[in-house]
């Protein structure tokens, strides 16, 4: 297998580097923070004896997000150039890895994920104004208009972004501010009282439960290519966003924790809003409830930023129909693959319409290319020892592998726990190469005399 050089791909006409660390920040952090921070707690409660252990889940989920963020940095600080995991797998393993990411991110993993972030956002709107709406009309509405926003200009895009952002971290601050000040919390609430579930069987479900919630620190390598001085920038969006982001789900759930005995914890579908009911008093509700919609709203737009930068790369390769690599002239925006990717999106949520059903694949299918990314890494530090690496990841290769085992380790949990739908998911994996080889003929057919890269 060779790997083909980063010259190889460079691309004159990439999309113009307009995002600065703020910007870049915010669609990284809004990414992260949708709604697992809202529906997680009570999952870990039921699967949990102890609130000390859970806080532990919740360090170790910022951990393995860390070792991720510092292992990325390397890779997108050597490839600075839009696509984020598709670029690594491409640069690491090779096209045929590569197509098989990206036909599959296009396909399936961003559309589940824009769409069940999305979904719960129309729900939590329905609570809010009393009505019974279909929540797949209000979601397409969401992702129609999210797209439009960010058609128009990345800087316009970036901006909401950073403003969403602000408005769900102040959010959780008052959260946190508010259980502080209020004075309600109590030490006996951290006492452990058993789940009925041992602890080996706990961790598998916990773990994914924190994992989801931590997802979207990688994101931000699908915009690598619109950072300004991305060499300096990304290493510092990556490590202080995860940051972060670890500090606020430990002070939040902690928060909660003091504020809600174990017990009341694993009855409360909506733990939020009862702390704040409880602290604040009933008219709390709706604030949570518009906490929760910002929340939603602020993943699923930066969600939609990144996504369709991979579909652009991929087309930039000729590995995708070429048309979703182009720029819109006036705006400097992947004005076509934005708009697919919403089409696709609101085709997943008509066709499933659940928030299980749309997460679900995305976990199980994303951490197995996840791991492989980190293990790009190690390939190129052997295949490439001279290359430039401006950010050189530390305690290399112990971070790479501890992320790559993490990555594998979800993999096998998740086979286990339902081996069925997971094993077809695999299937869907597994027809990457057949497609890649059947693309390269017929893209050879198209141009005779040329030859297809050798991977």
């Known amino acids: 297998m060779t790997a083909p050089t980063a010259a190889t791909h460079a691309d004159p ?7 600065g660390f703020w910007g870049g920040s915010a669609i990284m952090v ?15 409660a039921r699967q949990l004896d102890s609130p000390w252990t ?15 963020a510092l292992t990325y940095a390397e890779l997108a600080t050597m490839f600075p150039r839009s696509g984020g995991v598709y670029v690594f797998l491409r640069e690491g393993f090779g096209r045929v890895t590569a197509f098989t990411f990206g036909w599959t991110y296009m396909i399936l993993i961003k559309p589940f994920a824009a769409g069940g972030i999305a979904i719960v956002f129309a729900e939590y709107m329905n609570q809010l104004t009393g009505s019974d ?39 959780l601050l008052a959260i946190i501010v508010l259980a502080v000040v209020g004075g309600q919390g109590a030490s006996a609430n951290f006492a452990p009282v058993a789940s009925g579930m041992p602890l080996y069987l706990a961790i598998a479900p916990a773990m994914a439960a924190v994992l989801w919630t931590y997802d979207g620190w990688s994101d931000v390598g699908a915009v690598a290519g619109e950072v300004r001085e991305p060499q300096r920038r990304l290493p510092r969006i990556y490590i202080c966003g995860t940051l972060l982001v670890t500090a606020l789900y430990l002070a939040v759930n902690a928060a909660c924790m003091s504020v809600l005995p174990v017990e009341e914890m694993r009855q409360e579908e909506r733990i939020a809003s009862r702390v704040m009911e409880l602290l604040v008093g009933p008219a709390a509700a709706t604030a949570v409830t518009l906490i929760v919609l910002v929340s939603t709203l602020g993943s699923t737009h930066s969600s939609i930023i990144t996504g369709a930068r ?26 076509v693959s934005l708009w697919v990717q919403a089409t696709l999106s609101c085709i997943a949520v008509c066709a499933l319409g659940k928030f299980s059903a749309l997460i679900e694949g995305f976990v199980f299918v994303m951490w197995i ?40 380790a979800m993999t096998v949990l998740s086979i286990l726990a339902d ?25 050879a057919m198209r141009r005779p005399g040329a030859d297809a890269p050798a991977d």
């Open 13 to 19: 006409a990439d999309l113009p580097r307009r995002i």
């Open 30 to 44: 809004g990414v992260i923070i949708g709604s697992g921070i809202f529906k997680s707690p009570t999952d870990l």
């Open 54 to 68: 859970a806080l532990l889940f919740w360090l170790m989920g910022g951990l393995i997000s860390l070792c991720g």
């Open 133 to 171: 709406w279909d929540p797949r009309f209000t979601t397409c509405t969401v992702l129609i208009v999210l797209t439009a926003v960010n058609s128009v200009h990345v800087q316009v895009g970036t901006g909401a972004a950073l403003l969403m952002t602000s408005l769900k971290v102040a959010a």
């Open 310 to 335: 991979v579909t652009f790369a991929q087309a930039r390769d000729g590995l995708l129909f070429r048309f979703l690599g182009r720029i819109s002239p006036r705006f400097g925006t992947p004005i």
């Open 369 to 408: 290319f996840y791991g492989m990314a980190a293990v790009s890494v190690i390939i190129l530090r052997r295949t490439r020892p001279d290359a430039a690496r401006p950010f050189h990841c530390p305690g290399y290769p112990w971070i790479p592998l501890a992320f790559a085992s993490c990555a594998a």
């Open 419 to 443: 081996p069925r739908t997971n094993l077809a998911w695999l299937g869907v994996l597994l027809l990457g190469p057949p497609l890649y080889w059947v693309w390269m003929k017929a893209a």
